[in-house]
């Protein structure tokens, strides 16, 4: 009988909680990229009149089968919240906002006189 030897395992924490506002995911045949994106606003070092937006990206690779079970613990959690506490619904404010950007940018495009790119030369 093979002699079993003793493994060790060492918990890592990094100790740096992180916030996702945004995700994005891309794929390619063996793996699954997520990004979880923290976008925030910081002020100019030195100039406390000026701010910078920041984004910070974790990125995770998955194989196909680990994120097919990542979906479905998911998709039973989310399924458990709602019962507990009720339909997850997107908060008022953020449908407000993107309902403003989007007027935004229809009126820029409206304004636009450059229809498309022209070379003069």
Known sequence: MPEQKEITV??????????????TVNHSPDRFEIDFQSIHSEFVPGD???RVMVVNHNIIFISPFVAKGLLGVLNQNIKNYEGKYGEIKKPESLEKAEKDIAEQVRKQKATSTLDRVSYVG
């Open 10 to 23: 060492i918990g890592v924490n990094d100790k740096n909680p992180f916030s996702s506002d945004a995700q």
């Open 48 to 50: 406390a009149q000026n």
